[in-house]
């Protein structure tokens, strides 16, 4: 059982700046190999942000946030990191890690989920 804990969400105006943090229990087990964000805004259905695999050298991301967002991860510290930079108001929504044995986008693969940590950017 893998166990994912989100932080670093908050209020923001456009334009500016947050970093998500995702905690993983464990450290590196078949189900710990890949991690992703994804979010979810109201009305809308969940979307994949970003992916990094184990040694973080794969990287993935949606092409919304491709140039402002940049994923990292440190093993030491079994956390995850979404660096969130030039934000925009459509960039508003819950989000969420994921743990799971591939690195991909697609979300079915990914088996462990955190609760989520909200984003809200502001004009």
């Known amino acids: 059982q893998v166990q994912l804990t989100e932080s670093g969400g908050g209020l923001v105006q456009a334009g500016g700046s947050l970093r998500l943090s995702c905690v993983r229990s464990t450290g590196r087990t078949p189900d710990s190999v890949a991690t992703g964000w994804f979010r979810q805004a109201p009305g809308k259905e969940r979307e994949s942000v970003a992916a990094i695999n184990w040694s973080g050298y794969v990287t993935y991301y949606a092409d919304s946030v491709k140039g402002r967002f940049t994923i990292s991860k440190d093993n030491d510290k079994n956390t995850v990191y979404l660096q969130m930079d030039r934000l925009e108001p459509e960039d508003t929504a819950v989000y969420y890690c994921?743990?799971?044995?591939?690195?991909?986008?697609?979300?079915?693969?990914?088996?462990?989920w955190g609760q989520g940590t909200q984003v809200t950017v502001y004009s």
């Open positions: 994921a743990s799971g044995p591939v690195t991909t986008r697609s979300a079915p693969p990914y088996k462990y």
